[in-house]
């Protein structure tokens, strides 16, 4: 293995220049909300649907997104809570009034389609911790 003057023997050498540009590159490629190719797609375009998400909790904006037809539960979540702040494990997520339990069941499974609304009601921490205690 050749080594440039500059480097000296055992020292790593970046594979990458981290620079803001490229982490902010970085940041703005995964907190779109629309769906990406992936490279097992061969250049076709990811299957979308269009959902509106409307929170029912005051200071959470409503959200239209683009999801990918074939999404599960935990991934609408997680685009929702790009969209709103709110993490994935606070979300309770209802279409036509029935609940979405099930974060690895598809979103097609529970009737989910393009241009449907969802409701989204926010569990609320309560700042109370349950301590166990065991008794003799």
């Known amino acids: 293995m050749s080594?440039?003057?500059e480097q000296?023997?055992?020292?790593?050498?970046?594979?990458?220049?981290?620079?803001?540009?490229?982490?902010?590159?970085s940041l703005a490629d995964e907190t779109s909300l629309s769906p990406k190719m992936s490279p097992t797609?061969?250049?076709?375009t990811t299957d979308v649907i269009e959902i509106t998400v409307h929170s029912v909790m005051d200071g959470v904006k409503d959200a239209k997104l683009s999801v990918p037809t074939n999404a599960n539960v935990f991934e609408l979540k997680r685009y929702i809570c790009l969209a709103t702040e709110v993490a994935?494990?606070?979300?309770?997520?209802?279409?036509k009034d029935k609940e979405l339990r099930d974060d690895d069941a598809s979103i097609s499974s529970y009737g989910i389609v393009n241009s449907c609304s969802l409701t989204m009601n926010v569990k609320m921490n309560t700042g109370l911790q349950l301590e166990q205690y065991v008794f003799f």
């Open 8 to 25: 000296k023997r055992g020292e790593l050498q970046p594979r990458y220049l981290i620079t803001p540009n490229n982490v902010a590159r």
């Open 3 to 5: 080594r440039s003057p």
């Open 88 to 95: 994935p494990e606070r979300q309770l997520l209802l279409y």
């Open 41 to 44: 797609q061969g250049g076709s």
